[in-house]
Structures are given as C-alpha cells and as structure tokens.
C-alpha cells in the first residue's frame, strides 16, 4: 500500500514531460504555486502559471495539513488559513514579505506549500519525494539505497525477573530437581560397576565381622587390626559389617553411595552458600562424575565415610558463618569422626580451619579470627584425647606418619593425578583467578552497588581451595607411592569443587550465553571419570571361580598361602580365620631345625617342609614373591596342581593357580 495524497490524480498527458531535470515529474510529485507577480526565488526553477489541463481547482495541488497555502487559493479541507502578511517560523530568521517559513528548513516562499515531513533545500530541489511515493511514468525519482537486512534472530531483552536476587521458592526447587538430576547420574554411574570384593573392601568387611563378635562375644581378635590400619577397626569396619550381615557385598557398596551422594549434596550446598546456585549446581555435577567419586561410591572402604565427615564438617563451618563464634565448635566432633575413620583426613583439616576465618569475616570481620581459633583448639584437644586415649598410635604412624616410602617416580604421579582430577583442577584454577578479577556472582545490576568482598579475600579463598587439591598428590610424591592416589585426588577435589562451579559459570556467561562451553567441559569429564572408573573397577580379577574351588579344601585347621589373602578370609569366613593365612609380602620361618628364615628365603624354607595347606597365587599382587613361590613347588612332592583358572581383568588376563598339600 502506497501514501498517495487523494487530491493527486495522475493524467495521461503530462504538459510538463518535456521540462529539464528539476521540473514536476523529477521533483517530489507536488507542484509549488507561485502568486502571480512573484520571482522565483534563487535555487528554485520556474514552473507554469497555468492549472493543467484536468485540473480543477488549485486544491488540486494542495499541501499538507498543517503548511501554510497561499492566500490566493482556497484552502483545501483539513488545513490551515495562512494570513497575509509576514510569519517567521520558529528559531529561523525573518522571512521576507510574502514568504512563510516551514518549521525547520529556511526561507520559503509563503505561496509555495511544503507537506508535512519534507526537508527544504534550496540548494537541491525544490521538494523531497516521500517515503513510499510511487514514481509514476516519466517521473525520474531518485533510487534510494536498500535498506540492510534485518538479522533473522534477535535476542531478547531480559525481563526484569530473570536479574531477580531475591531468594524464591521457584528458584530453590528447580535447584533442587537439577540435583536431584546429577545425584542420580552420579548413583548410576557408581551402580553399574561389578566385581568381586577388592582385597581392601575383603580386609576391612572381614575385620569388621571379627570386632563385632569381639564387641558382642567376647571372641578373641584373630589379628590386632588397630596395630596397621589407617583408619580405626571400630568405626568404619563395624558399621559395614553391620550391614554386610544383612545384605551382603551389595548392601556394604550401597553404604558408600550413600555417602557419596550425602558428599555432593553437601557440596551443593555449601557452595551455594559461599556463591550461589548456578555455581553449586556446576560444582557438584563435576564433583559426581570423577572417577574418585563414583568408584568410592561403590567401594566398602572408609574413603567414603571419611569423606562424607570431611564435607559434613565444611558444612557446619560455612553454615555458622553468621552465627556466634561459639557455634563454630559444632563441627568439632564431626572432624574428628573424620579423622577417626581414616587417618589420611587429618590432612585436610588445616583448610577447614582457615575456612572458618574466611567464611566469618564477610559478617563478623575481626570476630571471624575467634571462630578459627575455637576450632583449632577444639579439633587438637579431642584429637589428643581420642589418640592417647586408644591404641590408635601404632596405627597411625605405620600408615601414615611413618609410611614405607615406594618407588614411584614424581613424573608418573603428577601423570596420574593429572589424568584423575586435572581437568577438574584446572577449571577451579580458572574460576579462582576470574573470582578475583571479578567479585560479582549475581548478574542483577543491582549487585553492582552492593558490598563485595576485596580481592584479597577473594585470593586467599581461591588459593586455600585450590591448594587443597594439590595436598594429596604432593604427599604421596613424598612417599613415592601411587598406592590409594585415586581415592586420595577425590578428597582434594571435594574443596576444589567450589571454585569450579565458579569456572563453569563464568566460562557459561551471564544468562547462559555459551551453554555449549559448559556442556563440553562436564562432556569430558564425565568421559573420563567413565573410563577410569571402569578400567580401576577391573584391576583386581574376579575371585568367584578360585572361591568356589578352594572352598571344600578349607578348614579351621589348615595354614593356606595366597596372593591377596583377605579375600578367601572374607568369602570363607565361616570356616576360615585371619589368622590361618599367609600373604606374599613378608613370612618370617623358623625351621624343624630351629633355623631362622625371612623374606624369599623363609617361603623356600617353608614350602620345603609343607608348612601350607593350600597355595593360592594370582601373578599380580606380587609377581616377584608369586615366581619364587612357583619355583618353589616344582617337583616338591608336597603339593600337585589343583586348578589353573584363566580371568582378564583391566591390564589383559592372567591366571589362578592353586596347589594343595598332598602328604
């Protein structure tokens, strides 16, 4: 649809098609009239005197509702009588005798009518054609330039509710559906591991079983567990063998999911009240996918408690940070429960302490430093009742303190951490140095003018998490030892967590504005936390076959041999004791001659003399002893091979041989 004036009729003859260039065809469609006696003023072209033939009335060539008309014609319905005389438009100069001014251009002739909208220019035409005014034949209009196209998406303005920062239920349950989403990934992810027991969940199930018969009857303790466990035989053990009794192996893992997914709900939270939902949210769903979480998940060890407490007791402290600095004490006990469950966490109490100082200066500023003291002095004391107090000490010291030192390079364990929790770290590392830059983690502009803390706090909170995950890898550098590594990069990653959440939400940007860089990340990391965890849930071979046929060559007398001893005594304890099997780390042998042996030579000097009942070697445990031990009953009339049983496992496959006592 065109805006033609409806006075305008064109005519199929056209006087003025053989003016030059500047006449009514090549000007902007309406012809100016002149009173008779009037010059054209200078920049203008004449035009003739005469109405067209067809035309009317000079109404014909009206003007636009609100421009003066001439006083010679009529004025046409809808416009105003311009009076005789002088006017002079507003903010321009004096309009000579006879001329009008329209609003905005300079001098123009009073008699010569200009439509609302149009620009004057005296020194380029007499009029503009306006916009959406056909050319009609023998008009030479001016071709305007194509207007750029109009993107085909806009983004839309943020309403006024997504800046909103006010807590609200509808925010708090879609927070709580998306967790509710990641701890079933992670329970997934942990359930559909399958193996026989590991030799540890074996050792510490079986010890479990005999400290509560000691507890309930009374019964002797085959071994004294206290005297080389890194965690206390009362705690951990007990509790899952508890539950071992009613639901078996099963129900023991089932306990350590459990308490995995209490971990990352605790991370959640935490987090959430450190930063906010988006980062807890992120945080927690890297946490739930590491290979360390969903392989302790899913593993009847006490990492998993322990790391419960550690998260439960970071909590209590981040909780109370607006509390009296006495509330702070709560989360005594807890750490050390910790501690109690697995030594290794006594590690992680220092950030938990700093934690109380950093978590409380925001709100009670110089207060906070009482608040980390009272935790400080609290976690020593009951730490130096409950060690002095137990014969937890010997314990302590040979797994921790005093560890034998390995052999592992520091180049393979960086590799390895790096390949277990790297990816993690890293995204922490970038969340720490941007939380620094920039303190603000709620995207309203009203945050803006809120109180933030300085960035020296912002420095140290990133460098205590951060660092923290650095504890466990630079400790067993130390001990040369990538025993246990795995598990230990979880509970660095546990403090990490947060500052990764905060990575993951500004690598996002505000309003999700690259979701696909977010997505990517947890894509990997969950690849990789799904391979390890396969690969490190394979590296122990299935005992089934190898227990179902040692199980009618045992008895309550017998003195067997094994590679990984712990797991014949955990499956056969009906009928077996600790105390009858012999693992291929160290036998000290005294002979019938009364000769003492040790190391290699005391398993020769044993085998010689049929001091084992049964041999049970799997090649992997310790190669090196389980070939001494092979050589050793080749051509010994003592024992004949009962069984050569094939299994893989993750580093290809291998075999159980088994060898019983013939005289």
Same mark, same amino acid.
């Given at each position: 649809m065109t805006s033609r004036p409806e006075y305008y009729t064109p005519q199929p003859y056209d006087p003025y098609a053989e003016e030059e260039q500047g006449g009514w065809f090549n000007s902007d469609g309406y012809l100016p009239h002149r009173p008779q006696g009037h010059e054209v003023p200078q920049g203008y072209r004449q035009v003739p005197q005469q109405v067209p033939q067809g035309y009317d009335t000079p109404q014909d060539y009206g003007v636009a509702q609100g421009h003066p008309v001439p006083q010679e014609y009529d004025t046409a319905q809808g416009y105003h009588q311009v009076p005789q005389g002088y006017d002079t438009a507003q903010g321009y100069h004096q309009v000579p005798q006879g001329y009008d001014t329209a609003q905005g251009h300079q001098q123009v002739p009073r008699e010569y009518g200009i439509p609302e909208g149009y620009g004057y220019d005296l020194g380029a035409h007499a009029y503009q054609q306006p916009a959406g005014q056909p050319a009609y034949p023998g008009q030479t209009a001016e071709e305007e330039p194509a207007a750029p196209a109009e993107p085909g998406y806009h983004v839309p303005e943020t309403p006024e509710v997504g800046w909103d920062m006010a807590a609200s239920r509808r925010r708090a349950w879609v927070s709580r559906a998306v967790l509710l989403c990641v701890l079933a990934v992670q329970a997934v992810l942990s359930l559909r591991l399958a193996n026989t027991a590991f030799q540890d969940e074996a050792l510490y199930l079986a010890a479990g079983h005999a400290e509560l018969q000691h507890l309930l009857h009374g019964t002797p303790l085959p071994i004294d567990y206290a005297a080389y466990f890194s965690g206390s035989p009362q705690l951990y053990p007990v509790l899952a063998a508890a539950v071992d009794d009613v639901l078996g192996l099963t129900g023991a893992r089932l306990l350590s999911l459990a308490f995995m997914l209490g971990t990352t709900g605790l991370l959640y939270s935490f987090t959430r009240r450190l930063f906010n939902e988006r980062a807890a949210l992120a945080g927690a769903a890297l946490f739930a996918v590491v290979q360390s979480t969903v392989v302790m998940g899913y593993f009847a060890t006490y990492d998993a408690a322990a790391v419960f407490l550690l998260a439960l007791a970071t909590w209590i402290v981040v909780r109370t940070a607006r509390a009296p600095a006495a509330a702070v004490l709560l989360a005594v006990p807890v750490a050390v429960l910790a501690v109690g469950v697995k030594y290794a966490s006594g590690l992680y109490l220092p950030t938990i302490v700093v934690l109380a100082l950093l978590t409380g200066w925001p709100h009670q500023g110089r207060k906070a430093f009482l608040r980390m003291l009272l935790l400080a002095l609290g976690i020593g004391a009951l730490l130096a009742i409950g060690m002095y107090g137990t014969d937890l000490m010997a314990g302590v010291r040979q797994t921790t303190t005093n560890r034998d030192h390995g052999s592992d390079s520091t180049a393979f364990l960086l590799q390895r951490s790096g390949e277990w929790g790297g990816l993690m770290f890293l995204t922490a590392v970038g969340g720490a140095v941007s939380y620094v830059r920039r303190s603000r983690m709620n995207e309203s502009p009203v945050a803006q003018r809120l109180g933030n803390p300085g960035w020296r706090w912002r420095a140290l909170l990133g460098l205590v998490l951060c660092g923290t995950a650095l504890l466990a890898p630079a400790y067993q550098v130390h001990l040369g030892t990538v025993v246990s590594l795995f598990k230990h990069v979880g509970?660095?990653?546990?403090?990490?967590?947060?500052? /990764?959440?905060?990575?993951?939400?500004?690598?996002?940007?505000?309003?999700?504005?690259?979701?696909?860089?977010?997505?990517?990340?947890?894509? /990997?990391?969950?690849?990789?936390?799904?391979?390890?965890?396969?690969?490190?849930?394979?590296?122990?071979?299935?005992?089934?076959?190898?227990?179902?046929?040692?199980?009618?060559?045992?008895? +309550?007398?017998?003195?067997?041999?094994?590679?990984?001893?712990?797991?014949?005594?955990?499956?056969?304890?009906?009928?077996?004791?600790? +105390?009858?099997?012999?693992?291929?780390? /160290?036998?000290?042998?005294?002979?019938?001659?009364?000769?003492?042996?040790?190391?290699?030579?005391?398993?020769?000097? /044993?085998?010689?003399?049929?001091?084992?009942?049964?041999?049970?070697?799997?090649?992997?445990?310790?190669? +090196?002893?389980?070939?001494?031990?092979?050589?050793?009953?080749?051509?010994?009339?003592?024992? +004949?091979?009962?069984?050569?049983?094939?299994?893989?496992?993750?580093?290809?496959?291998?075999?159980?041989?088994?060898?019983?006592?013939?005289?």
């Open positions: 509970f660095g990653l546990l403090f990490a967590a947060p500052m /990764a959440g905060v990575g993951v939400t500004r690598l996002i940007g505000a309003h999700f504005r690259y979701p696909q860089l977010g997505i990517m990340l947890w894509t /990997a990391t969950l690849c990789l936390g799904i391979s390890q965890a396969d690969w490190r849930f394979g590296v122990w071979p299935d005992s089934s076959k190898m227990i179902r046929v040692i199980d009618s060559h045992v008895d +309550r007398e017998g003195h067997y041999l094994a590679s990984t001893p712990e797991v014949p005594v955990y499956y056969l304890r009906d009928k077996t004791t600790h +105390r009858q099997w012999q693992g291929v780390f /160290a036998l000290e042998y005294t002979d019938k001659k009364g000769t003492y042996h040790q190391g290699d030579e005391a398993y020769r000097a /044993a085998l010689r003399e049929g001091e084992f009942d049964l041999i049970v070697l799997d090649g992997l445990t310790n190669p +090196r002893v389980d070939a001494v031990v092979a050589d050793a009953v080749k051509g010994n009339p003592h024992y +004949r091979l009962l069984a050569d049983l094939p299994f893989r496992n993750s580093s290809g496959t291998g075999h159980y041989r088994i060898w019983t006592k013939t005289s």
